[in-house]
Each structure stands twice: as C-alpha cells, then as structure tokens.
C-alpha cells in the first residue's frame, strides 16, 4: 500500500536538495514508497526508476561484515585474534585484533592509494604487498580498542582476512554466500565495466542545475570490500528479508553484528535511535553515487536511499531518517525544528549559541582524513564552508563549538586546545567521525 504522505515528504526533498535517485520503504512486507527521482542519464534524459543499478558505496562494509561473522560462526577464525594470525607482512597486524577492525576502533590510518592509481583510475585488484608497504614505518593513530574511528583499511584489512581463509576472491564469496542465497540478481563488484541497460551515470552535483558526470576508466582496488559493491533497491530489500529471517545467520550470531562497540558502531552497522525505537544504518558517498540504508528489525522496516549525485559536504542520510520518522509516526515539525538548531521549547536545557564574533578563530583550511579540503570563511556575520564541489556550505550553529552543515545531516565540531585556538575539528556524518587538521 503505498503512502501519501511519504511521496510528499519525498518532493520536498526533491525540490530543496535536488534529490536525484531511487528510494524503497517497505514495512512488514507492504511496499510503502517506490519510486525513482530525476535521471540515471541526465544527457539522454532516461529517468530513474526501481530497476536503476547504483554503487552503494560503504554499505558494502555491511556485507563484509556479515562474512566474517559466519565465518566466526564456522569456527574458522575467532573475533579476538590477532590480524597476524590471517595476514602475513601487515606491520602492525600483530597489535590489532578481528573485532576492533569490524568496529573501526583498530587505530589503522586512512589508506591512501599510489597517485598515479588515483589519477588514472586503473582498473586493478587490490594488492597485498602494495597495501602493507604503504603502512611500513607508520603508527596506529590511538591505542587499539580505546575509541572509534573510521578508516577505509580496517575493511581492506577484512577483505584480505575473508581471500585467505575462503581461498577465493573477496567478490567471488560475497557472490556464493550472500548474493546467491538472497537471489541478489542485479548485485556485483566491478561497475565500471557492467553492462546492463540500467546502470547510472554517477554524477558530482554543483549547485543550481549543473551536474558533470564521472569520468572513470575503471575501478581502483580501493574500492574492494569497502566501497566496491553496486547494487538495486530492490536487491537490498532481498538482502533486509534475509537477515531479518536469519537465512545468513543464526540470530545469535546476527545479532553479534548488531551490538555496538565504540560510538554507536557496531560490526558493519551504525546503530541509531528515533524515540525509543533502535535501526541499523550505513551509507556514504564515492565517485558520483551517495547512498543509506536504514533497517529497523522490530517493525521489519525497510529504507534505501540510492543516489547517483554526489556532493562534498552533503549525505542523503537526512532523507533516509525523515523517512523513517514519517513512517514511525513521529512529530516531524519537531524534529525538523531541532535540524535547524532552534532548541525545542519544552527543553529547558539550552545550548550556548556561539557569538558571530567569535567565528574567526574557525577561519581556515581544514584537511579530513587526509582527502577531504573545507574552507572556512566569514561571509555576513556567517560562518561559511567551501569544498572542491561546492562554493558555499552554510554553516548552522547548534552550540558550543559545533555546526550542522546545510542540506546533510553532517556536523562539525571544532576542538579548541587550552589556549583557545582551533587546529583541529571533526566532521560528524553518516554515522562516522572524520578528523580533520589545520593545513592553513
């Protein structure tokens, strides 16, 4: 049955955010809202609609995951041990464990592929050697265990752990043990060169109506049981129904990949609250596609939010949960006035709005997790970010030292040191932290 009120909610997002993709609710089995928003080929005018194949970007994450975890359950290696046990030449394998990898509290920095891999786009496995010798002489960013926070080689790391123990490649196993059993028929790694009549053109969104497509001569390995996976909202779905019958795992061990370790994140999923009500989320953004998925297993709910736009600074994970409140029932006007930093009227505890006057010591660049440049500037009283893509991010302040970022449910968060002065901050999105330093 499918629901007004979502098909409005949805052309509001639309017409502020210019949303462009493909979104599914289903709750209980009852599809409440799909359908498809602007074009998957903007320059031939052929439209989105629920067969649209779009890479899902970090939601693979969710997918390694749950290979893991079974092979946990098969006794082939334990959540505890050493990275060392599985995966030879990695210099600080011996200091970190299985389960702080799956919750990215491991202290491993962001990997960063060779330059010219990133320039030209080559389409090449990931390599192991190459992988380990990126990381000789480097240290783990903080004690193993102690905090979460994101980087892409905890899951590089997974994805070697998974070729070494199934003796396979990473996208042959994910293929037999989850897109087979789920009959995931429009699901695979390797999009650059698939070739189905409703693959998208990803695109990077520039304000107004500019859009420029992506232009890629192939996969890089980075992407590997990171970010490698595309998939339709209708393969997802099949994906929602297996877990939430226990068809991968016993629900036992499913649940294992659902209870949080550090910051709300557990094995794969970042587990969230609306009211008293727990879901699961994951999502992000890579070359043209941003993408969430929200899955609620006490009311069997469903939410998958495709994109092929992509824009700096912006996730499509505010969209996701203002589906999900509309679906929950919830007081969305409530909710909505709290995302545009006015406090509720009923909360006696008010957060101290930063003084305009202050904005100056946030002035700057700011580089996070060593590939992502904002620009911090003061343009009419205003803080304002700049990126790459975007020429103007309105910042909104929520108090203290923090501000939500336009149009995403991003954050900021400046940190201060004793003196006062700002040279560090983090960017709060998608249920992951980015930590970002002062470069000017």
């Not at 009120?5 to 709750?27: C, I, P, R, W």
């Not at 799909?34 to 969710?62: C, L, M, P, S, W």
């Not at 999923?269 to 699961?280: L, S, V």
């Not at 700002?422 to 980015?434: E, R």
């Amino acid at each position: 049955m499918k629901n007004g009120k979502l098909e409005q909610l949805m052309e509001g997002y639309v017409a502020s955010d210019h949303f462009n993709g493909t979104v599914l609710v289903v709750k209980k089995g009852m599809v409440m809202l799909e359908k498809g928003y602007g074009y998957r080929n903007i320059a031939q005018q052929i439209k989105n609609d629920e067969h649209t194949v779009f890479r899902i970007g970090r939601v693979t994450e969710a997918f390694t995951s749950e290979i893991i975890v079974k092979l946990d359950s098969k006794a082939m290696l334990g959540l505890e041990d050493r990275l060392s046990k599985y995966v030879q030449g990695f210099p600080l394998a011996e200091k970190i464990t299985i389960k702080q990898l799956l919750a990215h509290t491991s202290g491993v920095q962001w990997y960063v592929p060779d330059t010219a891999v990133q320039r030209n786009g080559v389409c090449r496995p990931m390599n192991m050697l190459t992988f380990n010798e990126a990381y000789r002489g480097k240290q783990l960013s903080f004690e193993p265990g102690s905090r979460y926070e994101y980087s892409n080689a905890d899951y590089i790391l997974l994805g070697f752990v998974i070729e070494r123990m199934s003796r396979v490649h990473y996208d042959d196993e994910v293929d037999d043990k989850i897109f087979k059993v789920c009959a995931m028929k429009h699901s695979g790694y390797e999009f650059f060169g698939l070739k189905d009549e409703h693959k998208a053109t990803g695109y990077f969104f520039e304000g107004g109506d500019k859009y420029t497509a992506v232009k890629t001569t192939g996969d890089t390995g980075i992407l590997f049981s990171v970010e490698g996976m595309y998939s339709t909202v209708g393969d997802l779905y099949k994906w929602h129904q297996a877990l939430h019958h226990y068809r991968l795992l016993p629900e036992d061990w499913q649940g294992l990949a659902y209870t949080p370790v550090k910051n709300q994140y557990a094995l794969g999923w970042y587990i969230d609250k609306t009211g008293n009500r727990k879901y699961m989320i994951n999502g992000g953004s890579y070359a043209g596609f941003t993408s969430t998925v929200i899955r609620d297993e006490e009311d069997d709910l469903f939410i998958a939010v495709l994109e092929n736009k992509m824009q700096q600074g912006y996730s499509n994970t505010g969209i996701a949960k203002g589906l999900l409140k509309s679906v929950l029932g919830m007081d969305q006007k409530k909710e909505d006035k709290k995302a545009d930093g006015k406090p509720d009227k009923k909360e006696d505890k008010k957060e101290v709005m930063p003084d305009p006057a202050t904005y100056k010591k946030y002035v700057g660049e700011f580089l996070f997790n060593e590939k992502y440049l904002l620009i911090f500037s003061i343009k009419n009283n205003e803080l304002i970010a700049a990126s790459v893509v975007n020429n103007t991010i309105q910042m909104i302040p929520e108090g203290g030292n923090t501000f939500k970022t336009g149009a995403s449910d991003a954050r900021v968060e400046f940190m201060p040191d004793k003196h006062g002065v700002v040279n560090k901050a983090i960017l709060h999105q998608s249920g992951q932290n980015f930590t970002g330093t002062r470069v000017k």
